[in-house]
């Protein structure tokens, strides 16, 4: 199920599923469901690329992280498990072997980290939740609110995350985050998504009002997957993905969703998807990238 990679993120160790013995694991996913069976999804080199994009300086345990004036990782026991095995022309092969990742990676008590891969890998990310934790919040960051039902037929692309997750036993609430521009909901969507319960804040929203409204949707004590488009994030930040939209969260509103998530809630699991390498410039994205998972695993190892 595992494919080591060339580096591992931030220069963690690698590890083997079965010997896995962390706070939080990493781990890869370079393909969800395609919507062209056989073609290499653009994000497919996102994980790879985020791995690699912090140098010594940026990762090493001993350097105080600012975000959070704790060491860098806090403390945490960090892996990374490489990829999890995937076929261009098997999407249903692809998210079986993510939700059992998932669950792997709970039964030996971390929390899980997923890099993608295109917006359709946390659909059984997610899913993969659902032996552990009964109830889970959803925070999404993303352009695009993906409550698509269907796509020339395909039922588990990324334009439909958020409609599987919705259907899901398990997930109680859905936090959407950043939503701006044309993409691919139309209205009825947006009522479907609007009807089931899921709290919707644009990108218009939180530049104009803030993020306070947005976190205080956040169930208390609720435990929460982070599941970030980077689409979400302005294209200044990070200029390397699928449909960049204009007017995203900056990098602080970033850190703020993290932060603020963590503080009132439970992390337990997150994902960042959507990133393309060959879009990015100078791998500034990559690194703003990588720079949020590490605020993400130090809220983990502060709560843990």
């Known amino acids: 199920m595992q494919q080591k990679p060339d580096n591992t993120f931030c220069g963690v160790p690698f590890c083997d599923l079965d010997e896995l013995e962390a706070d939080i694991a990493s781990v890869g996913a370079p393909h969800g469901t395609p919507y062209q069976p056989g073609t290499p999804s653009h994000a497919a080199d996102g994980a790879d690329a985020v791995r690699k994009a912090l140098s010594w300086y940026s990762t090493g345990t001993e350097q105080l992280d600012f975000d959070s004036i704790h060491p860098v ?112 909901a139309r209205v009825g969507d947006c009522e479907d998504a609007v009807s089931w319960g899921a709290k919707i804040f644009t990108a218009r929203d939180i530049h104009k009002n803030g993020l306070d409204e947005a976190l205080k949707a956040v169930p208390k004590r609720s435990p929460v997957v982070l599941s970030i488009d980077v689409d979400g994030i302005d294209p200044a930040v990070v200029p390397g993905v699928i449909l960049p939209a204009f007017g995203g969260l900056s990098y602080q509103q970033m850190l703020d969703v993290i932060h603020g998530v963590a503080e009132r809630a439970t992390i337990v699991a997150a994902d960042f998807v959507e990133f393309v390498p060959q879009r990015d410039i100078q791998s500034r994205g990559a690194q703003a990238i990588a720079r949020l998972v590490c605020n993400v695993i130090n809220m983990i190892a502060l709560h843990r």
């Open 73 to 184: 990782f806090a403390g945490a026991r960090v892996v990374d498990l490489g990829d999890v095995s995937d076929d261009l022309d098997d999407g249903a092969a692809n998210r079986a072997n993510i939700a059992q990742a998932t669950r792997s990676v709970l039964q030996k008590e971390a929390v899980p980290i997923l890099l993608g891969g295109d917006d359709s890998v946390p659909i059984p990310f997610i899913q993969g939740l659902d032996r552990i934790h009964k109830e889970i919040t959803v925070v999404q960051v993303d352009a695009h609110i993906d409550w698509r039902d269907e796509v020339n037929g395909v039922t588990h692309g990324f334009s439909s995350t958020m409609r599987r997750a919705s259907e899901m036993e398990h997930v109680r609430d859905i936090i959407q985050i950043g939503a701006r521009g044309p993409g691919s």
